[in-house]
């Protein structure tokens, strides 16, 4: 895929994000589900300036290998550094990124919804804009797909504080005790959903949490995939001890009681009327 200069990939830091990855051209069948696929990689921002520009160097070398037209969406959740600025400058019209920007900070489950409300294709991607995660990575799910309806990164090695590590390892087994999920590393930022699941998730606080559970309630099928991690490529870290053990703690019991109320339906028959009575 043709990937538009955007006029800031130039002096990549050397991260190596792609080493060892390869896309493999889809052939028979798979070839033919390809053909009618896109894909949108979702990336919310808050206070991500530093951190903007290398990512994008990174995004253009998946765009430049990815087998599907990738559209990447920014969701600026109103940051108070110059995060939106910049995101006017790379969104330049022709190119493969735009933007939408929150007048407020919703917080990440929101700037999630809002992204996928306003996603187009049949692929939702995500990622965190410090790139603690790789674009290049998305590449390895591709083969998952159409037999699994979401592909979730599990991160191998993680380059995390101690403390960071810990409270996360914690809250991911108390979750998984509670709702008996099956999901590794619900906080891994890199996944790719199925759109038709996407539209379904509802949003309240904690979203972010249960996406995988979520798509398993709608009755989709999960894979994980281990996947590489970084450290922090700049700034800081936007959550603490405390929305890291109290919340999600908290939240998975809101859970609970959503998965409990949760109702899917299935349309039996259909017919259509052939137009409005004027």
Same mark, same amino acid.
């Given at each position: ?38 894909? +949108? @990689?979702?990336?919310? @921002?808050?206070?991500?300036? &530093? ?13 430049? #290998? ?5 559209? @990447?969406?920014?969701?600026?959740? /109103?940051?108070?550094? /110059?995060?939106?600025?910049?995101? !006017?400058? $790379? ?19 929101? *700037? ?18 410090? $790139? ?18 979401? @592909?979730?990164? $599990? ?5 995390? +504080? ?13 979750? !998984? +005790? ?17 759109? &038709? ?27 994980? $995939? ?44 259909? #017919?259509? *009327? ?5």
């Amino acid at each position: 895929m043709h990937v538009p200069d955007n006029g800031l990939t130039s002096s990549p830091v050397a991260r190596d994000p792609g080493v060892g990855l390869a896309a493999e051209p889809p052939a028979g069948s798979a070839a033919a589900y390809w053909a009618g696929q896109s894909l +949108t @990689v979702l990336v919310p @921002v808050y206070n991500e300036e &530093e951190s903007l520009r290398q990512l994008v160097v990174e995004m253009d070398q998946f765009l430049s #290998q990815t087998p599907v037209p990738t559209t @990447v969406l920014f969701v600026n959740d /109103g940051s108070t550094d /110059g995060s939106l600025a910049l995101l !006017r400058e $790379i969104c330049r019209p022709g190119s493969c990124y735009e933007f939408i920007s929150l007048r407020e900070n919703q917080g990440l489950s929101t *700037a999630i919804k809002a992204g996928i409300d306003h996603a187009r294709g049949t692929l939702l991607g995500y990622i965190d804009s410090d $790139i603690q995660t790789s674009p290049s990575d998305f590449l390895t799910f591709f083969e998952f797909f159409p037999e699994y309806d979401m @592909v979730n990164g $599990i991160r191998a090695r993680r380059q995390d +504080t101690l403390v960071k590590k810990a409270s996360s390892k914690i809250a991911n087994a108390v979750r !998984r +005790t509670l709702i008996n999920d099956g999901i590794e590393d619900t906080g891994c930022p890199l996944k790719i959903i199925k759109m &038709e699941y996407a539209r379904r998730l509802p949003l309240f606080h904690g979203l972010h949490r249960f996406l995988g559970a979520l798509v398993q309630l709608q009755g989709g099928r999960v894979r994980q $995939i281990p996947v590489r991690h970084f450290p922090r490529f700049a700034g800081t870290a936007k959550y603490n001890l405390r929305n890291r053990a109290w919340k999600p703690l908290v939240d998975t019991f809101g859970f609970r009681w959503i998965r409990s109320r949760w109702r899917n339906y299935a349309i039996g028959e259909q #017919q259509r *009327a052939a137009g409005a009575h004027a």
